[in-house]
């Protein structure tokens, strides 16, 4: 059974950085596309960065696009997202998300989700 | 606001079936596969159909999907309680470069 357990949440204030990470079992980690995705509160799920199998290539929603660092460590299993220069509008709860590809680019294939871990941006 | 519109709300009684619209453009649901995802209360959220109308294995025939032009549904019969929650649809924009997501529409089992 995939599991996706996301940690690393939890409250920061306006401009600084907080780094979360994902855990994966039950799949071959090493072999497929990993997403972040994210639910603001009382709003809908916004896509915010995917990577590929071996790090290949990655992408990231124009929102967070030099603030945010998408990467994983197939070794360990785990994705992580790297969050810089937080804003107020940040404050969300923060999925991981696997993919049924290898690849991220052109799709939405968010195959299995993690529970989600909360970020409140606040001063 | 979300780049494909989805009705904020929708509801049926156990048993109906229930139509869930997603609309987008020429350069998301009008170039590519949508995806439709469940979000119950308390869970993560689940695939229900990708490549517009293909099922993942556990997931109840039930539920299906279509498109035409710049619109995709999601069908849900025999509906039941404990379908109640969000549903977003989803797909790549080609413009953006990035997979993007509906609103969401809340299903209410009357």
């Known amino acids: 059974e995939v599991q996706l357990v996301e940690s690393g949440g939890g409250f920061v204030q306006p401009g600084r950085s907080l780094s979360l990470s994902c855990g994966a079992s039950g799949f071959s980690f090493e072999e497929y596309a990993m997403h972040w995705v994210r639910q603001s509160p009382g709003k809908g799920l916004e896509w915010l960065a995917g990577i590929s199998w071996r790090s290949n290539s990655r992408g990231y929603a124009e929102s967070v696009k030099g603030r945010f660092t998408i990467s994983r460590d197939d070794d360990k299993n785990s994705l992580f997202l790297q969050m810089n220069s937080l804003r107020p509008e940040d404050t969300a709860v923060y999925y991981c998300?696997?993919?049924?590809?290898?690849?991220?680019?052109?799709?939405?294939?968010?195959?299995?989700w993690g529970q989600g871990t909360l970020v409140t941006v606040s001063s | 606001q979300s780049v494909l519109t989805q009705p904020p709300s929708a509801s049926g009684t156990p048993g109906q079936r229930l139509t869930i619209s997603c609309s987008g453009t020429?350069?998301?649901?009008?170039?590519?596969?949508v995806s439709w995802y469940q979000h119950l209360p308390g869970t993560a959220p689940k695939l229900l159909i990708y490549r517009t109308n293909q099922r993942p294995s556990g997931v109840p025939d039930r539920f299906s999907g279509s498109a035409s032009g710049y619109s995709a549904s999601l069908a849900i019969t025999g509906l039941r309680s404990d379908d109640e929650g969000e549903y977003y649809c989803a797909a790549w924009d080609d413009s953006l470069s990035g997979p993007v997501f509906g609103g969401g529409t809340k299903v209410t089992v009357l």
């Open positions: 020429s350069s998301n649901i009008g170039s590519d596969f």
């Open positions: 998300a696997k993919d049924m590809r290898n690849g991220w680019y052109r799709g939405a294939y968010f195959e299995s």
